[in-house]
């Protein structure tokens, strides 16, 4: 059982350093490293989670968390996911533009503060929806 993890664990090392930015992502980032842009998009959810909690909350539909308790909403479940997370930059950021192809990544912090949330939030159920 060891072997077959460590096997995995090894191919998805590979997969993640084989990863590339599609034509598209690369576009959209500019001058913006995969792993700045993902940092910077996940600490404006945080922010936009912190300053505009009731908007925030609302444009995350519940079918991304059917099962949040009471105790924990759904905005707070997918901020303490983006922050414990560190996902394969490249591919998340991959995904995030094929999922909002017109959204422009080269000056994040310029973005309008719900902005990468809505993205995200679409990335996230687009992708859901990829692997049913």
């Known amino acids: ?3 077959i993890y460590a096997e995995r664990k090894r191919a998805l090392e590979q997969e993640i ?3 590339k930015l599609s034509p598209e992502a690369k576009q959209a980032l500019g001058r913006n490293s995969p792993e700045e842009a993902w940092f910077d998009l996940v600490e404006m959810v945080r922010e936009a989670a912190e300053e505009y909690y009731q ?3 609302q444009l995350i539909p519940e079918e991304l968390y059917p099962d949040s308790p009471l105790a924990c ?14 996902p394969n930059a490249p591919l998340a950021i991959n995904q995030l533009v094929e999922s909002n192809p017109d959204l ?3 000056h994040i912090r310029s973005l309008p503060v719900l902005l990468p949330l809505k993205a995200i939030v679409k990335m ?3 992708n859901a929806a990829d692997c049913e």
């Open 17 to 19: 350093r084989n990863t």
């Open 124 to 126: 996230l159920l687009t």
């Open 104 to 106: 422009d990544l080269s």
């Open 1 to 3: 059982m060891e072997e």
């Open 73 to 86: 909403t759904r905005l707070d479940r997918l901020v303490v996911s983006l922050l414990s997370n560190r």
């Open 55 to 57: 908007a925030a909350e």
